[in-house]
T-cell receptor
Framework: NAGVTQTPKFRILKIGQSMTLQCTQD?????MYWYRQDPGMGLKLIYY???????DKGEVPNGYNVSRSTTEDFPLRLELAAPSQTSVYFC?????????????FGEGSRLTVL | GESVGLHLPTLSVQEGDNSIINCAYS??????FIWYKQESGKGPQFIID?????DKRQGQRVTVLLNKTVKHLSLQIAATQPGDSAVYFC???????????FGIGTKLQVIP
């Protein structure tokens, strides 16, 4: 198992550009999450999904969109990138048993918006 | 919404001593808690978890204590080693919505 795989690992964007951060997991987990982590801070939940076709907003969803067309993939879309979106983005997945099950994280995607 | 926070942003301990990292949560509906360790440049890694029907859970060199009355949990690391140096996060899961929210984190520095 590869676990949770994120691409790209690093990206520099200009203000106003758009891009998609890819996330895929091969553990057949129902739940998937996107977090951002600013320097010296904790992880803020952007969006999450409890299964294919279902997505919900987290704490900081503005400026982002997600889709969950398959169990494996949970891409995060940034439209009209802004400097405030400079951060490290982590994708994670969980098995989906009610209120149990650790999160498995990807290695992160470091995004800089200039 | 859920708010999870930590009392101490940085903790320095002598190698071999025990470490205690604290965490407070605000949502009384939280019923599952997880501690993660994050090393520089890496994603968080699972350490130990505890469900709300438990007060204590032990792992290898780590113990998590949960006090639901004051909405507080702690992570105890026995005989702290240099390899324990990292940022530690607590996370809380509130039943029903499956949101997993994190605190700011505590940086543990182990002094050789």
């Amino acid at each position: 198992n590869a676990g949770v795989t994120q691409t790209p690992k690093f990206r520099i964007l200009k203000i106003g550009q758009s891009m998609t951060l890819q996330c895929t997991q091969d553990m057949n987990h129902n739940y998937m999450y996107w977090y951002r982590q600013d320097p010296g801070m904790g992880l803020k939940l952007i969006y999450y999904s409890v299964g294919a076709g279902i997505t919900d907003k987290g704490e900081v969803p503005n400026g982002y969109n997600v889709s969950r067309s398959t169990t494996e993939d949970f891409p995060l879309r940034l439209e009209l990138a802004a400097p405030s979106q400079t951060s490290v983005y982590f994708c994670a997945s969980r098995k989906g048993q009610m209120n149990t099950g650790e999160l498995f994280f990807g290695e992160g995607s470091r995004l800089t918006v200039l | 919404g859920e708010s999870v926070g930590l009392h101490l942003p940085t903790l320095s301990v002598q190698e071999g001593d025990n470490s205690i990292i604290n965490c407070a949560y605000s949502n009384s509906a939280s019923d599952y808690f997880i501690w993660y360790k994050q090393e520089s440049g890496k994603g968080p890694q699972f350490i130990i978890d505890i469900r709300s029907n438990m007060d204590k859970r032990q792992g290898q060199r780590v113990t998590v204590l949960l006090n639901k009355t004051v909405k507080h949990l702690s992570l105890q690391i026995a005989a702290t080693q240099p390899g324990d140096s990292a940022v530690y996060f607590c996370a809380a899961v509130a039943g029903g919505y499956q949101k997993v929210t994190f605190g700011i984190g505590t940086k543990l520095q182990v002094i050789p």
